[in-house]
């Protein structure tokens, strides 16, 4: 900034990396500015720096904000004001610095308007946000264990901020999006199914080696065990069927791992009874049946799976090892067992570890494959996907499904009056807005340009109009470049009510109401065909 008053990174720190960083780029953008502005160079260049800058203070905007609305800091309205306030204001220097053409005066106008704003609003209203963050986050007098906890958090977001997967993601899969669900449940499947195929041809030809080295009675009883286990194998592998639904995997998964460990625990029970040779092949072959747990445990390894439900695959093979240890044979004294278990517990980890790795892969590939790179909602290939299915199970159970379309107005003026940096942003603006706006369940496709879908299963509506100014409330979707609050047209169209025999004409039906709401005065929303079923004007501003 200016030589007398410097801003520097000890001026406007905060104790908030994500935060610092951002005043950190918006200080080195200023700094950029005022050398163009000394170098004399053109309007459109020092427009496109202020427009940049522009766009990295409402990114600022948006990091603080989602921090006050996670964080329940009480006034996040003043802050929304004094965004408003900075955007007007940035125009209006904007076309100020047109009509002034000595750059020392246009670094003046800059500096007195960029660097004192940012100085204000950063001892203003980010000092008392940091204050009131700390404070929640680590009470009047931060713990040890506090402190550790956030380092251990600031870690994790380093470790992920590559990343589009949480780690909530790789721990338990309640947030899982519903097309990695899916996937993940036709892998699962189709590797269970193969699993079994290798386990019915394997556990029948063991049955020569038991007759072979093994008292004729003990083979007999372990061969009937075995043929047992390969029907169950066979069975699994044959006839279970492909599905997409996640608690179809889970049964077919426990299936797969119940079975070796009913066959383990019977092996134990019959080698307990039985006198067992101590040397030799025979001890070998013996001492073999011993650590079919590790299979089990190395068996985890093979599917993508979060940390949880490996830990719970991995029980029944800790469970057996755990009865086998109370019921030693000749084999394994007590000093043994111990060491067994803890080596079977370091596989297990290790297996669980190679699986999560799996997970994260399939993660990041859904995610990438299947999201807009811009907004993060759905893209339209994996939203078409998606609604096929939540259609194909409303019509079949004949359940409540709910489409609105959205298309944002007078879209293209924001384009050619801001730049489509500014249009890029207020996509994602809107996005945001929608996310937070529907249910888990609900998909947010974006279906092209600036038109959006919001695909809602199960929801009850006895009165759309009700529902729709519910998930539309005023300023609801952010605010354009220029301080106005984003507006939509919205289509709305009801399964049970206006019964569609296919998607294709589901979507229609509700595209042809999102027209009707712009034909009517735009900024509303269009849930039936005559005037009565249209939401007054100014559903969103």
Not at 233 to 240: N, Q, R
Not at 456 to 468: C, H, N, Q, R
Request: glycine share 6%; aromatic share 10%.
């Amino acid at each position: 900034m200016g030589k007398d008053a410097p801003l520097t990174k000890q001026d406007l720190s905060l104790g908030i990396e994500e935060i610092d960083q951002e005043h950190q780029v918006m200080i080195k953008g200023l700094e950029t500015l005022r050398q163009a502005l000394l170098d004399g160079c053109l309007d459109a260049t020092t427009a496109g720096l202020l427009s940049e800058l522009r766009s990295q203070a409402n990114k600022n905007f948006q990091t603080e904000e989602h921090l006050m609305r996670d964080n329940q800091f009480p006034d996040v309205a003043s802050h929304r004001e004094e965004h408003r306030q900075f955007i007007k204001e940035s125009h209006a220097l904007e076309e100020t610095l047109t009509s002034e053409k000595v750059p020392q005066r246009r670094v003046a106008l800059v500096d007195h308007f960029l660097s004192n704003w940012l100085i204000q609003h950063v001892v203003g209203p980010d000092r008392e946000l940091s204050r009131f963050l700390h404070k929640k986050w680590d009470g009047d007098s931060p713990s040890f264990w506090r402190q550790l906890k956030r380092r251990f958090l600031h870690f994790v977001e380093r470790v992920f901020s590559q990343s589009d997967t949480t780690l909530h993601d790789l721990l338990v899969p309640w947030q899982h999006s519903n097309l990695l669900k899916s996937y993940r449940a036709q892998l699962l499947i189709s590797r269970i199914r193969l699993l079994a195929a290798l386990f019915a041809v394997m556990t029948p030809v063991w049955i020569i080696f038991d007759f072979l080295f093994l008292p004729t009675d003990l083979a007999m009883k372990l061969a009937g065990g075995r043929m047992v286990a390969t029907v169950g194998f066979l069975l699994l592998a044959l006839f279970w069927e492909k599905s997409d639904r996640m608690a179809q995997a889970y049964v077919a998964l426990g299936l797969l791992f119940l079975i070796p460990s009913l066959f383990f625990a019977m092996t134990n029970l019959l080698f307990a009874s039985h006198t067992l040779p101590v040397d030799g092949f025979s001890a070998g072959l013996v001492t073999g049946y011993l650590f079919l747990p590790f299979v089990m445990a190395a068996g985890i390894s093979i599917f993508p799976l979060t940390v949880l439900e490996g830990a719970l695959l991995a029980l029944p093979a800790l469970l057996t090892q755990i009865y086998a240890m109370q019921s030693t044979t000749p084999l394994t004294g007590s000093d043994g067992s111990l060491g067994i278990f803890w080596l079977l517990l370091l596989i297990v980890a290790i297996a669980i570890l190679a699986a999560v790795s799996q997970l994260h892969f399939w993660c990041e590939l859904v995610n990438k494959t299947s999201r807009d790179p811009l907004t993060g909602a759905y893209n339209r290939a994996a939203g078409q996907e998606l609604m096929d299915k939540y259609f194909f199970l409303a019509r079949r159970s004949d359940t409540p499904l709910l489409i609105l379309f959205f298309d944002l107005d007078n879209f293209k003026s924001v384009n050619d009056l801001y730049g489509h940096e500014a249009g890029d942003e207020t996509l994602k603006t809107m996005t945001a807005a929608l996310e937070r706006s529907t249910r888990k369940v609900d998909l947010v496709v974006r279906w092209g340009g600036e038109e959006f879908l919001a695909l809602m299963p199960l929801a009850e509506v006895e009165d759309v109009s009700t529902f729709i100014r519910r998930v539309c409330k005023p300023n609801n979707l952010g605010f354009r470049p220029d301080g106005k609050p984003i507006t939509a047209s919205v289509g709305v169209a009801e399964f049970l009510t206006d019964r569609p025999s296919r998607l294709s004409q589901f979507i229609a039906l509700a595209d042809q109401r999102m027209y009707q709401a712009k034909k009517a005065g735009k900024n509303r929303a269009c849930y039936g065909d005559g005037k009565e079923g249209m939401t007054e004007v100014g559903l969103f501003g």
